[in-house]
C-alpha cells in the first residue's frame, strides 16, 4: 500500500499563481494557452479556471472568493467589482468619517488582494479627501493599481498622497469640460477629463462614460473601493458586476450609510442577487454576484 505524503499548497502559493495570471491577463494572453498553469485549468466560459487537485482546503477558499476577478480575460469591457466594509447596522464609517478600522485585518489584506488583481481602485472624493489613502499593495506581494479619484467638484487639494507620492499613476476624474483648469494644478498626466461625466441638464453624475474612458486606457478590470455614497451610485447605475459586502461584528451609531439607493415600495420589486458567504477572520464577507440570478 502507498500514501501520497507531499504536503498539500497553500494560500502562498496559490497567491504566486493568481498574480502570474493577472501579469498574463495585462499582457494580453490567451487562458486557453495556459492550460496546466500551475494545477490551474481554463475552461471556457462558464467555467473559467478551475482548481486541480492537492491544494489545502484554506487555498481552495481563497480560490473560491478570487476566482470571478481571476476568470476576467483582457480587453473587452469592462468590468467592476465594489466593496464596502460595514458594521450591523449598515454604517461604512462614523458620522465624522472615522472608518479605521470597520473590519478585521483579514478583510484589509482581502482589500489588498483586490487592489492587486485589478487594473485601477476607484474612491469617491469623499473618501480621498478623509482618509488620503494610499491605494497600494503594501500588504501583499502584487503590482500597486493605477488609482483613479472621482472629483467633478475638484474640491480635492493638490497635497493628497496620490497625487505626489509616486508609488503609482493617479488619476483625478472630473468632467472634460473642467480637465484643463484640473491640468493646470495636478499636470494633465493626472487628469482624465470624461465627455459627459456629468449630465448637462440634471449635473448627475454618470458613471458609463468613466467605464469606457477607463477602458480605452486599458484599464478594464476596475475595483470601486468607497465610499458608501460611490459605490451606491455605481450599483443604481447598473455598473457593478460583483460586490464584495463585509460585515464586521460591530454597531456605529448614526453613521455614515454604505449602500444607499432609491425607496423600493414592495419587497418583490427588491433584488436578491445570488450570492456567497465567506468567513474572514471575525467579519463576514458576502460575495454578490450582481449579473447573476435573482430570486
Ligand atoms: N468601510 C469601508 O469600506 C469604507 C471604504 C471607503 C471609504 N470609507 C469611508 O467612507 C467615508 C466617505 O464615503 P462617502 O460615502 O461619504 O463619500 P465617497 O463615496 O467617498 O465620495 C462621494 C462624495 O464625496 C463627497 N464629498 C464629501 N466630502 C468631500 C470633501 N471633503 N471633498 C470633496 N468631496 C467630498 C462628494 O459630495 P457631492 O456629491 O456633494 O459633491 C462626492 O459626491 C469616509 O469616512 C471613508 O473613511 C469606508
Known sequence: MSFNTSPALGVDA?????????????????????QGMGGLRWQEEPQGWVLGAGWDDAAVERFALLKPVLDRRSGGKPWVIGQLGQSLNGCI???GGDANYVNGEEVLTHLHRLRALCDAVII??????IDNPQLTTRRVPGEHPVRVLIDPALGLPDT?????????????????QRADEAAKRLGGDQVLGVPG??????GAMQLRPLLDALAQRGLHVLFVEGGGV????????????????????????????GLSLPPSAFMRDCPRPAGRVFRLGGDMLWDLDLRGSHA
Open 230 to 257: 460611490t459605490v451606491s451610485r455605481f450599483l443604481a447605475q447598473g455598473c457593478l458586476d460583483r460586490l464584495h459586502l463585509s460585515i464586521a461584528p460591530v454597531i456605529i451609531g448614526d453613521g455614515r450609510p
Open 160 to 176: 493628497l498622497r496620490a497625487f505626489g507620492d509616486g508609488q503609482a499613476p493617479t488619476l483625478l476624474v472630473c468632467d472634460a
Open 197 to 202: 461625466l456629468l449630465d448637462s441638464a440634471s
Open 14 to 34: 496559490l497567491w504566486s499563481l493568481c498574480l502570474a495570471l493577472v501579469r498574463e491577463r495585462r499582457a494580453g494572453a490567451a487562458f486557453s494557452d495556459l
Open 93 to 95: 464609517a462614523t458620522r
Open 124 to 129: 469617491g472624493a469623499g473618501t480621498a479627501a
